[in-house]
């Protein structure tokens, strides 16, 4: 179809402002105990009701980018969601759209993401998305295959070949990505 006829089949402002406010409580759920979502600074899964400042007494701190779009923190916040461990997430800038926040170099001096400190950010920083997940394994079991397994073994390498194209092709100059304009 062309554009014009595109164009009208959108709907119109006004349409689009009904329709907000017909589902303005679904925009609203609890991001702290409620489904998974990319906005979450906190997230308890309903562990810790009732306690007083619940968030000073979560022990896993996930630094991460803030788009979502990091198949490296992804996985660690997929594995974090899965078991339902309470964690607080500090986001921070992928090197492709700028740079790092200075209290995240300070912290991360090569600036990797995701990272994770154990005990409420006291520990040391844990980067490399494989390390993150055995040490997590380590403190709070596997899922239902261990990092270790052969099958997940060979799961990971290809993984990582997977992984490491789309970065390269996410953060290299439009000029050298194949089939961009």
């Given at each position: 179809p062309s554009r014009r006829a595109t164009a009208a089949l959108a709907p119109s402002w006004d349409d689009l402002k009904s329709l907000a406010e017909k589902n303005k409580g679904?925009?609203?759920?609890d991001r702290v105990n409620g489904p998974t979502n990319a906005q979450a600074t906190l997230r308890l899964f309903g562990k810790m009701k009732g306690e007083a400042d619940p968030e000073k007494k979560v022990g896993v701190v996930l630094y991460?980018?803030?788009?979502?779009?990091?198949?490296?923190?992804?996985k660690v916040w997929l594995w974090l969601e899965e078991k339902q461990i309470p964690y607080r997430v500090e986001k921070v800038t992928m090197f492709c759209y700028g740079e790092k926040e200075r209290w995240y170099k300070q912290k991360v001096p090569s600036g990797m993401l995701p990272a994770l400190q154990l005990d409420g950010g006291g520990s040391r920083v844990i980067t490399e998305s494989d390390v993150i997940l055995e040490s997590l394994e380590k403190r709070f079991g596997p899922l239902r295959f261990g990092m270790r397994e052969p099958k997940v073994v060979a799961c990971r390498r290809l993984e990582r070949l997977l992984f490491r194209a789309w970065?390269?092709?996410?953060?290299?100059?439009?000029?050298?990505r194949p089939g961009v304009d």
């Open positions: 679904m925009l609203s759920w991460r980018d803030k788009h979502s779009w990091c198949p490296y923190c992804q970065c390269a092709w996410l953060c290299s100059p439009a000029a050298v």
